[in-house]
Protein backbone atom coordinates (compact mmCIF):
# COMPACT_ATOMS: atom_id res chain seq x y z
CA UNK A 1 0.00 0.00 0.00
CA UNK A 2 1.49 3.64 -0.46
CA UNK A 3 2.44 5.24 2.32
CA UNK A 4 0.48 8.15 1.21
CA UNK A 5 -2.55 6.92 1.09
CA UNK A 6 -1.43 5.10 4.44
CA UNK A 7 -1.48 8.13 6.19
CA UNK A 8 -5.36 9.22 5.65
CA UNK A 9 -6.94 6.00 5.89
CA UNK A 10 -7.76 5.05 9.74
CA UNK A 11 -8.62 1.31 8.94
CA UNK A 12 -5.38 0.73 7.71
CA UNK A 13 -3.39 2.18 10.32
CA UNK A 14 -4.97 -0.05 12.75
CA UNK A 15 -4.47 -2.89 10.41
CA UNK A 16 -0.89 -2.08 10.77
CA UNK A 17 -0.68 -2.06 14.21
CA UNK A 18 -2.33 -5.02 14.43
CA UNK A 19 0.34 -6.89 12.68
CA UNK A 20 3.39 -5.43 14.45
CA UNK A 21 5.25 -6.24 17.60
CA UNK A 22 4.01 -4.03 19.93
CA UNK A 23 0.62 -5.71 20.38
CA UNK A 24 -2.46 -5.02 22.00
CA UNK A 25 -0.69 -4.25 25.19
CA UNK A 26 1.60 -1.85 24.46
CA UNK A 27 -0.28 1.27 25.90
CA UNK A 28 -2.34 -0.50 28.38
CA UNK A 29 -1.42 1.34 31.78
CA UNK A 30 -3.19 0.04 34.72
CA UNK A 31 -2.76 2.69 36.89
CA UNK A 32 -4.16 5.49 34.52
CA UNK A 33 -7.28 6.74 35.18
CA UNK A 34 -9.07 9.25 33.32
CA UNK A 35 -8.72 13.03 34.92
CA UNK A 36 -11.57 13.99 37.27
CA UNK A 37 -12.18 10.02 38.57
CA UNK A 38 -11.32 9.40 41.83
CA UNK A 39 -9.23 5.80 42.26
CA UNK A 40 -10.55 3.02 44.41
CA UNK A 41 -7.56 2.39 46.39
CA UNK A 42 -8.08 5.40 48.88
CA UNK A 43 -11.47 3.59 49.79
CA UNK A 44 -9.97 0.53 50.02
CA UNK A 45 -7.15 1.44 52.26
CA UNK A 46 -10.29 3.12 54.22
CA UNK A 47 -12.02 0.25 54.20
CA UNK A 48 -9.60 -1.79 55.82
CA UNK A 49 -8.99 0.68 58.23
CA UNK A 50 -11.67 0.69 59.54
CA UNK A 51 -12.43 -3.26 59.71
CA UNK A 52 -8.92 -3.35 61.65
CA UNK A 53 -10.16 -1.05 64.29
CA UNK A 54 -13.69 -2.77 64.54
CA UNK A 55 -11.52 -6.03 65.63
CA UNK A 56 -9.70 -4.24 68.46
CA UNK A 57 -11.11 -5.09 71.74
CA UNK A 58 -11.44 -1.44 73.76
CA UNK A 59 -9.22 -1.80 76.88
CA UNK A 60 -11.99 -2.90 79.91
CA UNK A 61 -12.04 -0.50 82.58
CA UNK A 62 -11.57 -2.64 84.98
CA UNK A 63 -8.09 -3.19 84.40
CA UNK A 64 -6.87 -0.66 86.69
CA UNK A 65 -3.03 -0.95 88.86
CA UNK A 66 -4.23 -1.26 92.56
CA UNK A 67 -1.24 -0.22 95.18
CA UNK A 68 -0.99 -2.99 97.84
CA UNK A 69 1.16 -3.81 100.29
CA UNK A 70 4.49 -6.16 99.49
CA UNK A 71 4.24 -9.03 101.04
CA UNK A 72 7.90 -11.24 101.50
CA UNK A 73 8.35 -14.73 102.18
CA UNK A 74 10.52 -15.95 105.25
CA UNK A 75 14.47 -16.68 103.71
CA UNK A 76 15.83 -19.69 105.86
CA UNK A 77 18.12 -18.72 109.06
CA UNK A 78 21.86 -19.28 108.69
CA UNK A 79 22.68 -21.83 111.69
CA UNK A 80 26.91 -22.01 111.51
CA UNK A 81 29.21 -22.60 114.18
CA UNK A 82 31.13 -19.33 116.15
CA UNK A 83 33.54 -17.68 113.73
CA UNK A 84 36.73 -18.86 114.57
CA UNK A 85 39.41 -16.65 114.41
CA UNK A 86 41.72 -15.48 110.91
CA UNK A 87 44.88 -17.96 110.64
CA UNK A 88 47.93 -17.21 109.09
CA UNK A 89 47.79 -18.50 105.55
CA UNK A 90 51.08 -20.98 106.55
CA UNK A 91 48.59 -22.28 109.39
CA UNK A 92 45.64 -23.06 107.28
CA UNK A 93 48.88 -25.05 104.95
CA UNK A 94 49.55 -26.97 107.90
CA UNK A 95 45.70 -28.25 108.66
CA UNK A 96 46.04 -30.15 105.86
CA UNK A 97 49.57 -30.95 105.11
CA UNK A 98 50.00 -32.20 109.20
CA UNK A 99 53.32 -33.47 110.56
CA UNK A 100 52.22 -37.08 110.30
CA UNK A 101 52.39 -36.55 106.06
CA UNK A 102 55.95 -34.98 106.42
CA UNK A 103 57.08 -37.95 108.60
CA UNK A 104 55.51 -40.25 105.76
CA UNK A 105 57.04 -38.45 102.91
CA UNK A 106 60.51 -38.47 104.75
CA UNK A 107 60.55 -42.12 105.55
CA UNK A 108 59.48 -43.21 102.12
CA UNK A 109 62.20 -41.04 100.22
CA UNK A 110 64.58 -42.66 102.50
CA UNK A 111 63.39 -46.18 101.45
CA UNK A 112 63.59 -44.99 97.50
CA UNK A 113 66.86 -44.14 98.00
CA UNK A 114 68.31 -47.00 99.42
CA UNK A 115 66.09 -49.43 97.19
CA UNK A 116 67.93 -47.37 94.18
CA UNK A 117 71.13 -46.72 95.01
CA UNK A 118 71.97 -49.72 97.40
CA UNK A 119 72.92 -47.75 100.05
CA UNK A 120 71.57 -45.22 102.78
CA UNK A 121 70.93 -41.47 101.94
CA UNK A 122 73.06 -39.42 103.70
CA UNK A 123 72.53 -37.69 105.99
CA UNK A 124 68.63 -38.79 105.92
CA UNK A 125 65.70 -36.83 104.68
CA UNK A 126 63.46 -35.74 107.82
CA UNK A 127 60.15 -34.46 108.49
CA UNK A 128 61.74 -30.57 108.74
CA UNK A 129 63.83 -30.84 105.01
CA UNK A 130 60.77 -31.91 103.27
CA UNK A 131 58.84 -28.73 104.90
CA UNK A 132 61.26 -26.53 103.65
CA UNK A 133 61.43 -28.00 100.42
CA UNK A 134 57.23 -28.08 99.36
CA UNK A 135 58.12 -24.35 101.26
CA UNK A 136 60.69 -24.00 98.31
CA UNK A 137 58.93 -24.84 96.05
CA UNK A 138 56.02 -22.51 96.71
CA UNK A 139 58.32 -19.65 96.37
CA UNK A 140 59.59 -20.74 93.16
CA UNK A 141 55.87 -20.71 91.73
CA UNK A 142 56.27 -16.89 92.39
CA UNK A 143 59.83 -16.29 91.19
CA UNK A 144 60.00 -16.10 87.21
CA UNK A 145 63.63 -17.38 86.75
CA UNK A 146 64.42 -18.80 83.40
CA UNK A 147 66.09 -21.65 85.44
CA UNK A 148 65.67 -22.86 88.65
CA UNK A 149 69.52 -23.46 89.63
CA UNK A 150 69.77 -19.13 89.23
CA UNK A 151 68.33 -18.86 92.90
CA UNK A 152 71.10 -20.54 94.60
CA UNK A 153 73.72 -17.70 91.98
CA UNK A 154 75.06 -15.17 94.25
CA UNK A 155 73.84 -12.22 92.32
CA UNK A 156 70.06 -13.68 93.22
CA UNK A 157 71.11 -15.05 96.18
CA UNK A 158 67.80 -15.42 98.48
CA UNK A 159 66.32 -17.10 101.57
CA UNK A 160 65.81 -20.23 99.56
CA UNK A 161 69.80 -20.53 98.98
CA UNK A 162 69.95 -20.13 103.00
CA UNK A 163 67.29 -23.18 103.80
CA UNK A 164 68.87 -25.81 101.48
CA UNK A 165 71.47 -26.03 99.21
CA UNK A 166 71.13 -26.51 95.76
CA UNK A 167 72.45 -30.34 95.27
CA UNK A 168 69.73 -31.15 98.09
CA UNK A 169 67.07 -29.55 96.42
CA UNK A 170 67.68 -31.75 93.41
CA UNK A 171 68.57 -34.89 94.91
CA UNK A 172 65.25 -34.79 96.76
CA UNK A 173 63.19 -33.31 93.95
CA UNK A 174 64.45 -36.63 91.94
CA UNK A 175 63.70 -39.11 95.35
CA UNK A 176 60.42 -37.70 96.80
CA UNK A 177 58.17 -40.43 97.67
CA UNK A 178 55.33 -40.90 100.21
CA UNK A 179 54.33 -44.48 99.19
CA UNK A 180 56.83 -47.63 99.32
CA UNK A 181 56.53 -48.90 96.24
CA UNK A 182 57.30 -52.33 96.73
CA UNK A 183 54.59 -52.83 99.07
CA UNK A 184 52.00 -51.90 96.31
CA UNK A 185 50.64 -54.94 94.60
CA UNK A 186 50.97 -54.80 91.00
CA UNK A 187 46.57 -55.43 90.89
CA UNK A 188 46.52 -52.10 92.90
CA UNK A 189 48.83 -50.18 90.45
CA UNK A 190 46.68 -51.35 87.64
CA UNK A 191 43.51 -50.39 89.46
CA UNK A 192 44.17 -47.21 91.20
CA UNK A 193 45.99 -44.81 88.86
CA UNK A 194 46.71 -42.12 91.51
CA UNK A 195 48.20 -44.98 94.13
CA UNK A 196 51.48 -42.58 94.25
CA UNK A 197 49.98 -39.81 95.64
CA UNK A 198 46.74 -41.72 97.41
CA UNK A 199 48.37 -41.22 101.25
CA UNK A 200 48.48 -37.48 100.43
CA UNK A 201 44.52 -37.48 98.82
CA UNK A 202 43.81 -39.35 102.03
CA UNK A 203 44.77 -36.81 104.33
CA UNK A 204 43.61 -34.08 102.37
CA UNK A 205 39.90 -35.73 101.78
CA UNK A 206 39.66 -36.37 105.37
CA UNK A 207 40.71 -33.14 106.66
CA UNK A 208 37.89 -31.45 104.28
CA UNK A 209 35.46 -33.92 105.42
CA UNK A 210 36.21 -32.32 109.02
CA UNK A 211 35.06 -28.82 108.00
CA UNK A 212 31.27 -28.24 109.45
CA UNK A 213 28.46 -27.77 107.04
CA UNK A 214 26.66 -24.94 107.10
CA UNK A 215 22.70 -25.75 107.63
CA UNK A 216 19.59 -23.61 107.06
CA UNK A 217 16.41 -24.46 109.27
Known amino acids: MDRNNLAFDPDAIMDQL ?3 DLGEDFDDDNDWHPPG ?5 SSDNEDEQEARNSTVASPSSSNKWIRRRFVGKTMPTLISEPTEEVLTPSEYFDRYFTEEIYELFAFNTNVYYQSSFNKQLNPPVTAT ?3 KFF ?3 GIL ?3 RYPRIKMVWMQRF ?3 IAEAMARERFFLLRVNLHIVD ?3 VSPEIQTQNKLWLVQPLIDAV ?3 CLQIPNLTFQ
Open 18 to 20: ADS
Open 37 to 41: QLTNS
Open 129 to 131: EIK
Open 135 to 137: GIN
Open 141 to 143: GCI
Open 157 to 159: RSC
Open 181 to 183: KGS
Open 205 to 207: RGR
